[in-house]
């Protein structure tokens, strides 16, 4: 069975519910399971051992939360393990956001990873509509790993 990991890191819980919403979406998909796991507490061997990952965070001066980037600079020496990968990103702020979802999606294809499709960037909590964008890029990362 493909595994999924979906790791974020939130600190006021918009990002979280963006990473719940996204995780659903992996579960529409038979044949596919998911991991959903806060930065600070996944691990390189995580990320290795994932055959697809998204990557969630909540904007900080127009980049990706600190424990999210801190993971991947730890990973940076695996990145041969985790090159190929399909991946997609989310973000949430109060600004900037598609910035910090910019700064997500460089790393992924400095490693290697292979974007799915176009990432999510929301300013505050997602509302139903972005939720339901949420949903289907999960899905789309879940039929992209099927493949």
Do not use: H
């Not at 996944?42 to 424990?67: E, K």
């Not at 991947?72 to 991946?87: H, N, Q, V």
Request: glycine share 10%; charged share 20%.
């Amino acid at each position: 069975m493909a595994k999924v990991l979906v790791v974020y890191y939130s600190g006021t819980g918009n990002t979280r519910a963006m990473a719940e919403t996204v995780a659903e979406g992996v579960w529409e998909v038979a044949g596919v399971e998911v991991l959903l796991k806060e930065a600070e507490k996944a691990s390189v061997s995580d990320l290795v051992a994932a055959d697809a990952i998204a990557f969630g965070s909540p904007t900080y001066f127009s980049y990706m939360a600190g424990a999210l980037k801190a993971l991947l600079d730890k990973a940076w020496f695996s990145r041969s393990e985790i090159a190929g990968k399909p991946f997609v990103a989310f973000t949430s702020g109060g600004g900037s956001e598609a910035r910090a979802l910019q700064s997500i999606e460089s790393i992924g294809t400095a490693f290697g990873l292979q974007k799915t499709c176009p990432g999510v960037a929301v300013a505050g909590m997602p509302n139903d509509n972005q939720k339901s964008t949420c949903r289907n890029l999960g899905a789309a990362l879940a039929r992209a790993v099927k493949k």
